[in-house]
């Protein structure tokens, strides 16, 4: 049991990955969360207003699986396989996140001042929400798909594209982490 309630290093969990993703590339198929949302307003009937979402979505049913299995895994990995470890954040990091107004950094996965209920339910909070599920949403869309589809199925099968993307993700991040998060708080 300790070896499942503790992360997987990645000797195991990179072969599982790389595993998957070879068997989606024999199959044709690829691998995003962002697409679904397209594959749900196609269902949803969102055709009838666009042209960029006609096509058979019946064809990208499994993905949605994926998804329910993304949601269901992470149920069951944080509610019965989790041994409530925080992060290990350098001390450094630690210490100019408090002086952003962060208080237990590291005690949790995410901190309470960005995810908590109480974030959200304050004009700032409700604004950074919005502002940033719009910026994520444009972001997706103009790359051609998000963070996982171009790390991790778009690298694998080489594609330029998603090289550049990955590129310009860890490089906005950067600079968010860098420059905006401190002004923000």
Known sequence: MEYILNPWPWYVSGPLIA??????????????????????????????????????????????????????????????????????????????????????????LVPDELYGID???????LTLLIVGGLLVGFGTRYAGGCTSGHAIAGLSSLQKPSLIAVIGFFIGGLIMANFILPLIF
Not at 64 to 73: D, F, R, S, T, W
Not at 119 to 125: E, F
């Open 119 to 125: 974030a959200i339910s304050t004009p700032m909070g």
């Open 19 to 108: 595993t998957v993703m070879a068997i989606l590339l024999y199959f044709g198929k690829t691998f995003g969360m962002s697409s679904n949302l397209k594959t749900l307003c196609a269902i949803g009937g969102a055709g009838k207003f666009s042209e960029f979402f006609k096509f058979d979505w019946k064809e990208q049913v499994w993905n949605l699986i994926v998804v329910l299995g993304a949601i269901i895994g992470g149920f069951i990995g944080t509610h019965y396989l989790s041994n409530d470890s925080g992060t290990d954040l350098n001390p450094v990091t630690i210490s100019e996140l408090k002086q952003m107004g962060f208080q237990n950094s590291g005690a949790t």
